[in-house]
């Protein structure tokens, strides 16, 4: 184990695994701890290491591993955009925590795979753009924060901006009474005249960014999916002798997931590591995301039939693993847009 993760470890045990249930079930948002990680190095612009990051965070709590990973796709839309006063601005403080961000490009992936119109509209102003339209869920925001969009221009072309929580006319209303991740800090953003100034435009051919992006954005949430199943392979070891060792008789078992886990671990480390130099195939990418998000369903699922009734008690660590392994088949890109995409490439 690396000096790092050795210091991961020891972050996650004293700071975050007391919190989890107050995070899981009272829905309190652990900014702190996102500013602590940011204060630590954490962050880094590389999809391999915020993968790892993710991670080992989910092995935790998958609540917190998402707001990190929206802190991490906020940081590569910065990184990998052209506008050089963003880059002066906000890269360091987003990496060292000093600023959270999060990333409204839902609407944008799902209108990418031909799902849903683009809902914000910006008009060209001499100093930017005005931007109307809603954006239904964007977690990890809080005072001061900024998050990534996509927005049509009135050309039909698409452009990217990162946009302060505090601006004028962004109103932010919380959106929780999910299932789990209620403690993501997640708002509905209205956005009404809101005046954006140029130098907040991270790229007027959002296409070719987001196409750049994509890989990376996609292969660190396969974290979450490696962290939650490794939760709940660990807790079905630690239940293999149980009454007998009746869970003998399961279908399925603990050897064949900790495999398939093996497998994607292996393939995700190695496409992010390539997609750093932008040679991955996008259908390797949208498989192993696709196959991350059934994994995890697998494993939490295994994990309660090991558990039996002790599991089913609201606020077991299972049954919050079952809701956690949910929030990866509906995040976007949800399993029905994944298996969508699989079919159009080739
Ligand atoms: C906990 C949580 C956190 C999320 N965080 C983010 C994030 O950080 N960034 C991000 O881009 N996406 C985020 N999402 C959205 C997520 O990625 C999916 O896009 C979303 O769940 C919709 O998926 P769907 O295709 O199944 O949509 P649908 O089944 O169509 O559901 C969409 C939901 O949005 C509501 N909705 C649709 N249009 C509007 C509208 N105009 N105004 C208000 N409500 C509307 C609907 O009532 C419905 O509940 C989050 C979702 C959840 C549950």
Redo the contacts with the bound molecule.
């Keep these: 184990m690396t000096i790092e993760s050795q210091r991961l470890q020891e972050l996650l045990h004293k700071h975050l695994r007391p919190r989890v249930k107050e995070i899981d079930e009272l829905g309190r948002y652990p900014g702190d701890f996102l500013r602590l990680l940011g204060e630590e190095g954490f962050y880094s612009q590389s999809p391999s290491d915020n993968l790892k990051l993710i991670r080992d965070v989910a092995t935790v709590c998958v609540?917190t591993a998402?707001v990190v990973w929206?802190q991490t796709?906020a940081i590569s839309f910065v990184s990998n955009g052209t506008s050089d006063e963003l880059k002066q601005e906000l890269l360091s403080s987003l990496l060292t925590g000093e600023v959270l961000g999060?990333?409204?490009?839902?609407?944008?992936?799902?209108f990418y795979a031909g799902?849903?119109e683009l809902?914000l509209v910006g008009e060209k102003t001499p100093t930017g753009y005005c931007l109307h339209?809603?954006?239904?869920?964007?977690?990890?925001?809080a005072p001061h924060s900024w998050?990534a969009v996509v927005f049509r221009t009135e050309d039909n072309q698409r452009a990217i901006a990162l946009v302060p929580t505090d601006l004028e006319g962004v109103n932010l209303k919380e959106?929780?009474g999910?299932?789990?991740?209620?403690g993501?800090a997640?708002y509905?953003c209205?956005f009404q005249n809101v005046h954006l100034s140029q130098k907040y435009v991270v790229s007027e051919q959002a296409d070719e960014l987001i196409a750049k992006i994509r890989p990376g954005f996609l292969l660190t949430q396969v974290g979450l999916a490696l962290g939650v199943t490794r939760a709940s392979l660990d807790s079905m070891n630690n239940l293999q002798d149980k009454q007998n060792a009746v869970n003998q008789f399961l279908k399925v078992q603990p050897t064949s997931l900790e495999n398939r886990l093996q497998r994607l671990t292996d393939l995700v480390e190695q496409l992010s590591d390539r997609s750093a130099i932008a040679t991955v195939s996008f259908r390797e990418v949208v498989e192993a995301r696709l196959e991350s998000a059934y994994l995890a369903m697998d494993a939490a699922q295994a994990e309660m039939l090991h558990a039996g009734a002790a599991g089913y008690v609201a606020g077991s660590h299972t049954s919050r693993r079952l809701r956690e392994s949910l929030?990866l088949a509906?995040?976007?890109?949800?399993v029905?847009?994944l298996e969508k995409m699989l079919k159009s490439l080739s």
């Design positions: 609540s998402f929206c796709a999060g990333t409204g490009i839902s609407n944008a992936m799902k799902l849903e809902k339209g809603t954006l239904p869920f964007v977690s990890n925001l998050f959106a929780n999910f299932l789990g991740l209620n993501t997640t509905s209205q929030f509906v995040v976007t890109p949800a029905k847009q």
